[in-house]
């Protein structure tokens, strides 16, 4: 069998945020029973979705889905404000399963709103996370850039009263060069405290740079609709990888592109279960002679608390 040596990335997979998140819908339908409704997917990944779903979750993705009288969980993504006061008015039983680093950007943001400074968010249009966070102020009043062009066309009420946020799970590099471009626009920018994008997304591309340069191909486990997956793959190939591919689990792996190579990184996405990147790994076994190499850039050992409802007796 042909030598193979994968270098695993650590930190990798699950971050506080998802595991915090899959929590609740598992502790809400032990509290509550099932059905529970969950409004988007819980954390952006199939296998986790389809075992929630197994369990006795619904997946929707608008609240008019839900009926009145089930509980509904909000997804780790956030929700703009009108999703839970729609909920409040229907008096509905919910849960909010926003990731609290997410929370976090939302409280930013209207605390800069409130100081009548006109905000700009960082993100990816359409992407569940950027929608929550723009829906916690009224229209118009957060103005969406996604790249270092988008900033020199964004047209604002007042360039000496503005602030920005970011996505959480953005590219760390690419983002420096938009905040770059928005400060050199608008000298009087307000920026966060601390950088919005999380912790796990930054040690997660961390990572990746540390064994992208050794690789021959770089395996990202993740969902083809996790932006911080896609951004791992990115982060490869700009830091020396050419061949990086995100799989969803080891039956996407094309073993006919991996011809003649002796080096593999592997990471995972911050919401993959530890369980599909050992089948990735398993699958490497089956074809190759693997040692397996990890290399750990960071240690992580952040948890959050589940929302105070669930902890409490029905």
């Known amino acids: 069998m042909t030598k193979l040596t994968l270098y695993l990335a650590a930190p990798r997979g699950f971050c506080a945020g998802v595991d915090r998140a899959i929590k609740i819908v598992e502790m809400a339908i032990e509290k509550w029973g099932a059905p529970v409704y969950v409004r988007h997917e819980i954390v952006h990944n199939k296998f986790v979705v389809d075992g929630l779903r197994d369990k006795g979750a619904i997946f929707v993705e608008e609240l008019e889905d839900c009926p009145d009288d089930r509980p509904v969980i909000f997804s780790a993504h956030g929700v703009p404000k009108s999703v839970p006061a729609a909920a409040q008015a229907r008096e509905m039983v919910f849960v909010d399963a926003t990731c609290p680093l997410v929370s976090k950007v939302h409280i930013e943001a209207q605390r800069h709103a409130d100081a009548g400074l006109q905000m700009i968010m960082i993100g990816h249009d359409g992407h569940p996370e950027t929608v929550g966070t723009m829906g916690q102020l009224p229209e118009g009043e957060v103005l969406l850039v996604e790249t270092v062009e988008d900033v020199a066309t964004v047209e604002v009420r007042d360039p000496d009263r503005l602030a920005f946020v970011t996505q959480t799970t953005l590219s760390v590099d690419d983002t420096k060069g938009i905040v770059a471009a928005l400060s050199d626009r608008f000298p009087k920018i307000v920026g966060p405290h601390k950088e919005d994008i999380c912790y796990a997304t930054t040690n997660r591309q961390e990572s990746v740079k540390a064994i992208a340069p050794h690789c021959d191909a770089l395996l990202v ?94």
């Open 221 to 314: 486990v993740g969902a083809p609709n996790s932006s911080n997956s896609k951004r791992l793959v990115e982060v490869a190939r700009k830091n020396g990888c050419d061949y990086a591919q995100l799989v969803q689990r080891a039956t996407d792996i094309d073993w006919r592109a991996l011809e003649g190579i002796s080096s593999v990184g592997i990471t995972a996405g911050a919401s993959a279960p530890e369980v599909l990147i050992n089948e990735v790994i398993d699958a490497f076994k089956a074809h190759y002679d693997v040692t397996v190499e990890q290399v750990e850039t960071a240690q992580e050992n952040i948890e959050f608390k589940v929302p105070r409802v669930l902890r409490v007796p029905a």
